[in-house]
Each structure stands twice: as structure tokens, then as C-alpha cells.
């Protein structure tokens, strides 16, 4: 039994040393701004979520990951177990906030009672033509350019020092669910795990943390969902006519099936679009896959040497 079961992944914390910069960059990347003071800046999405991404003004890394509990009470249960306190946030949303450090020494933030943004527009979703159906007829397809509609966060991985150590740290403290397993063969044991949160039957992404044992510790990336497929391909020609530095993509993964798009922000930090993951409920279960699934595509290139 774990100390709490988390609700979802709230934020990936940075350092940089020109906010402008990355401010600029995550506007282009589909961000909206939330706040900003001389030292720290919080971007949203168009989700509920008060913020997704802060950046600290300091020498450029990352920071560290936020999660938000299922309830204030499970926030007081987990500071309990920690022997840590409970502290009032002073981030967009306020809240309540709890702070670990893992394993490898990366900073693990827990938030609830944070309030909700007010939501920001998507684009509209007209009926699609295709080979099975044709609903729609004297409408007009038309794509906005422009920055990609970034809703939320979905994912954050990270490479750890050693797998089983930093896996069982996670899911002891947050109820993490294995998705799949990854086994390399010639190694005596897995090299890393996709993990979802456990909602029960509730259905949640395929996966919210994905832990690398790489022998080393490295911020490896952080997914954000976009509207869908096309608002994707926008993002991706705006980010490509600005000038940005792209990692991999476009393609479909295999485990998790997100149509995916990666970029490196101005201090090489990967961040990823993506849109139409696999939900899986705690039924599902749990598998085994393999280092081919990993880093293969259902469609598109595979992975660069650059994303281990």
C-alpha cells in the first residue's frame, strides 16, 4: 500500500538564466503566461491547472517535478509519513504544498487545494472526412497558423541512478501503477518503467512518469498535450519557421500510441507535444516490453541517439 494515491502531475520546475527567453520560447511552444516577478515565471495551459511550467532565474537545469494530490488530506497524510510540513504555496492557484527529495536528489513537489484557472479557448473541432465517413460537406477545412493549443501536462521523464531504487521510492509515496516494463535483453535486470497514477477504474494516461535506469540522473523530457492532430502540425511549422531546435518527430509511439513531436528549448531541455495517448484503467493491468517498442514508431522516424 502506498502513502497516497496522487491525482495527476501538476508541473516541471527549471532554472534559466533570461526568463525572456524562455518565455518567448514557450509562447511560440503553445503556453500562455500565469505570472511573472524578476525571478520566477509560471506559464499555463488552456487547461484548469494554475501552471505547468515555471522557470527560476538562476543558472540554467532542471529543478525538479510537482505533483498534485488527491485531496488536502492526503497531503496532510503524506507530510505525516514523510515527518515533513505543510506549507502554503505562494504560486498562481496558492494551495498547499509538500516537499520530498527523491533518490537521486531531484526536488519532488506534492500540491492540493490549489484554485483553478478559468479556461482558455481550443480550437473548434469540426466532423472529419475520411475512407469510413464523410459528415463533413459545405464546411471548409481551415487551420489557423500559429503556436500549438497546449492543455496540459501529461507526462515528465526522468533518467535515475538506479531503477528499482527510485521506482519503489515513487510508487511507496504515490500508488504509481506499472504500464510497461522494459526489458533489454542481456541485462539482469529492467531498465525502466512507464507509470500511471491509480484512479481506480477511473481511466488516466498510459503513463505520468517515466523512470530510466540510465546509472545517472537526467531530466530526460516533459509532454504536453495539444488540442489534436492538426493543431500539432501547426505548432510544429510555427516552432520549425522560428527558428527552434527540433529533437524527433512527427510519429506515433507504441507504447503509449501518442502522435508525438519533441523540441529543445533554449537550453537544450526536451519538451514534447502530443495528442491521442492510450487511458488505461487500474484493470488494465500491467505488461512487459521491449527496448524495440520503446524507442520504435507505429509511423514516423525512430528515436535519435539524443533522447536515451
Known amino acids: ?90 504560486a498562481p492557484g496558492g494551495g498547499r504544498i509538500v516537499t520530498l527529495s527523491d533518490p537521486d536528489g531531484f526536488r519532488v513537489d506534492v500540491v492540493a487545494a490549489q484554485a483553478a484557472a478559468a479556461a482558455l479557448p481550443l480550437p ?27 492543455k496540459r501536462l501529461g507526462h515528465a521523464v526522468l533518467n535515475v541512478t538506479d531503477f528499482r531504487v527510485s521506482e519503489r521510492w515513487y510508487k511507496d509515496r504515490f500508488g504509481f501503477i506499472t504500464s510497461d516494463e522494459i526489458e533489454v535483453p542481456g541485462l539482469p535486470d529492467s531498465m525502466g518503467a512507464f507509470m500511471r497514477c491509480d484512479r481506480g477504474e477511473e481511466p488516466t494516461d ?47 509511439h507504441i507504447l503509449g500510441s501518442q502522435i508525438f513531436d519533441y523540441w529543445r528549448d533554449p537550453w537544450g531541455h526536451a519538451v514534447e507535444h502530443w495528442t491521442d495517448g492510450d487511458l488505461l484503467s487500474a484493470s488494465w493491468g500491467s505488461r512487459k516490453a521491449s527496448f524495440e517498442e520503446l524507442l520504435g514508431t507505429q509511423w514516423g522516424p525512430g528515436a535519435p541517439p539524443t533522447m536515451a
Open 206 to 252: 498510459h503513463h505520468t512518469m517515466f523512470l530510466v535506469g540510465a546509472g545517472s540522473p537526467r531530466f530526460n523530457h516533459a509532454a504536453f498535450e495539444v488540442a489534436d492532430f492538426d493543431d500539432l502540425m501547426a505548432g510544429h511549422q510555427h516552432l520549425k519557421d522560428k527558428g527552434r531546435s527540433h529533437e524527433w518527430g512527427v510519429g506515433r
Open 1 to 90: 500500500m502506498s502513502t497516497i494515491r496522487i491525482a495527476d502531475i501538476a508541473y516541471v520546475r527549471f532554472a534559466a538564466p533570461d526568463l525572456d527567453a524562455m518565455e518567448t520560447f514557450l509562447i511560440e511552444f503553445g503556453l500562455t503566461r500565469a505570472h511573472r516577478d524578476g525571478e520566477t515565471l509560471y506559464m499555463r495551459g488552456a487547461g484548469p491547472d494554475p501552471f505547468v511550467h515555471v522557470t527560476h532565474k538562476g543558472e540554467a537545469g532542471f529543478r525538479g517535478v510537482g505533483f498534485r494530490a488527491g485531496s488536502d488530506a492526503d497531503l496532510e497524510t503524506l507530510a505525516a509519513a514523510e515527518g515533513v510540513g505543510v506549507s502554503a504555496s505562494d
Open 124 to 150: 473548434g473541432r469540426e466532423p472529419v472526412n475520411d475512407g469510413r465517413a464523410t459528415p463533413r460537406t459545405n464546411l471548409v477545412k481551415r487551420v489557423a497558423a500559429g503556436p500549438a493549443h497546449v
